[in-house]
């Protein structure tokens, strides 16, 4: 009988070990949010939440923040071109003032920043 118990006491000792109930880590979920719904990982600073260190505003209280919305695409008349010059949308015209710093990319919409008659800089349409 003596020998019974002390297995039985034994048995208990190992399955009541620390470390050998089955915690997850915080690198078994993808995000914080995961963790949280789970709760079977260690709370470090025991203020309820998770695996801070992943990502996810979601369970601090804070709301996610979605992408902005994509800009409107701009459209330009018949008789102007739709570029992108220095990260904004603009619709070239022959004859309207330039900067010459931007040349480089004028050309690639076939405009160049050229000095007119009247000593301004002012795009015009290259050929080809």
Do not use: W
Not at 22 to 29: F, G, V
Not at 100 to 113: H, P
């Amino acid at each position: 009988m003596r020998t019974a118990t002390l297995t039985l006491l034994a048995l208990a000792a190992i399955m009541l070990r620390p470390g050998s109930a089955s915690a997850a880590t915080c690198a078994d979920y993808s995000n914080q949010a995961a963790a949280q719904r789970a709760a079977d990982t260690r709370d470090a600073d025991h203020d309820g939440i998770y695996c801070e260190s992943l990502p996810c505003p979601c369970s601090t209280g804070g709301t996610a923040t979605a992408p902005p919305p994509a800009p409107a695409r701009k459209t330009c008349s018949g008789h102007t071109t739709r570029a992108v010059i220095a990260g904004a949308v603009r619709c070239l015209q022959a004859g309207e003032f330039c900067t010459r710093s931007r040349n480089a990319a004028y050309r690639r919409y076939r405009f160049r920043c050229a000095t007119a008659s009247d000593g301004r800089a002012r795009l015009r349409r290259t050929s080809g």
